[in-house]
C-alpha cells in the first residue's frame, strides 16, 4: 500500500503571506498526486490534480508541483478564505485505491 | 450543475448494516468519463476512500474494508450506494460520495481526481 504523509500538520501565517504544504509518498507516484482544500463542515475541494494542473474555477495563487515521491501546495499569497485544511491524495494505484495525507491545517497567526 | 446527494439513516446499531445511497442530478451516472465514489471522514480526523464504482458495475475497495463493503449502482435511478456491514464504533463518521473524473493530460497521461462531492452525512454508531 501507498502510505502519505504531510509537513507539517499545522501551521499559522497571516494574510498575505506566502504558504507551502509538503506531502511525501512511500513510493513513487509519477505526477498521481491532487490537493483538496477542506473548510469545517464542508466537503473537501478539488483544488490541483496531476500533481500541478490547476482545478477549473481555483484562484491562480495555488500552486502544485512535484514528481515521483516529493510534492509541494503553494498559495503565494493567503488569503482569509484560505484558512482551511489542505489534505493531498494519491491515485497511482487508480481505480483500485486511493490513499490521503492526514492533513495540513492553515490557521490565522 | 451536477450535484450529489447522501442520503440515509443517521444511526446505525453496532453489528448492523450501514446503508447509504447517493443520487446524482444535472447529469447522468452512466457518463463514460467518470467514477463514483465513497469517502468517509471520523470525527476530527482526516479521510478514508471506501471505495469506487463505474456504471458498468465494476467495483474497486479499501483492502482495508473491502470484506465489508459493497458498493452498487442503479443507473435507472441515476444512484449508487454503499452498505457497510458488521459495524462499530470505528466507522462513526460522515460519509460522502463523490464524482472521480478522469482527464487526459496532454503529453502526460490519464489522471483521476475526484471533483464534485456531496456535502456529507453523518453517520453514528450507537446502541
Known amino acids: 500500500d501507498i502510505q502519505m504523509t504531510q509537513s507539517p500538520s499545522s501551521l499559522s501565517a497571516s494574510v498575505g503571506d506566502r504558504v507551502t504544504i509538503t506531502c511525501r509518498a512511500s513510493?513513487?507516484?509519477?505526477?498521481?498526486l491532487n490537493w483538496y482544500q477542506q473548510k469545517p463542515g464542508k466537503a473537501p475541494k478539488l483544488l490541483i490534480y496531476?500533481?500541478?494542473s490547476l482545478q477549473s474555477g481555483v484562484p491562480s495563487r495555488f500552486s502544485g508541483s512535484g514528481s515521483g515521491t516529493d510534492f509541494t501546495l503553494t498559495i503565494s499569497s493567503l488569503q482569509p478564505e484560505d484558512f482551511a485544511t489542505y489534505y493531498c491524495?494519491?491515485?497511482?494505484?487508480?481505480?483500485?485505491?486511493?490513499?490521503f495525507g492526514p492533513g495540513t491545517k492553515v490557521d490565522i497567526k | 450543475q451536477l450535484q450529489l446527494q447522501e442520503s440515509g439513516p443517521g444511526l446505525v446499531k453496532p453489528s448492523e448494516t450501514l446503508s447509504l445511497t447517493c443520487t446524482v442530478s444535472?447529469?447522468?451516472?452512466?457518463?463514460?468519463?467518470?467514477?463514483w465514489g465513497w469517502i468517509r471522514q471520523p470525527p476530527g480526523k482526516g479521510l478514508e476512500w471506501i471505495g469506487s464504482?463505474?456504471?458498468?458495475?465494476?467495483?474497486y475497495y479499501n483492502p482495508s474494508l473491502k470484506s465489508r463493503v459493497t458498493i452498487s449502482v442503479d443507473t435507472s435511478k441515476n444512484q449508487f450506494s454503499l452498505k457497510l456491514s458488521s459495524v462499530t464504533a470505528a466507522d462513526t463518521a460522515v460519509y460522502y460520495c463523490?464524482?472521480?473524473?478522469?482527464?487526459?493530460?496532454?503529453?502526460?497521461?490519464?489522471?483521476?481526481?475526484?471533483?464534485?462531492w456531496g456535502q456529507g452525512t453523518m453517520v453514528t454508531v450507537s446502541s
Open positions: 444535472g447529469g447522468s451516472i452512466s457518463s463514460s468519463s467518470y467514477y
Open positions: 464504482i463505474y456504471y458498468s458495475g465494476s467495483t
Open positions: 463523490a464524482r472521480l473524473f478522469i482527464v487526459v493530460v496532454p503529453a502526460r497521461g490519464s489522471y483521476n481526481a475526484f471533483d464534485i
Open positions: 491524495q494519491q491515485s497511482y494505484s487508480t481505480p483500485r485505491g486511493f490513499t
Open positions: 496531476a500533481a500541478s
Open positions: 513510493q513513487s507516484i509519477s505526477s498521481y
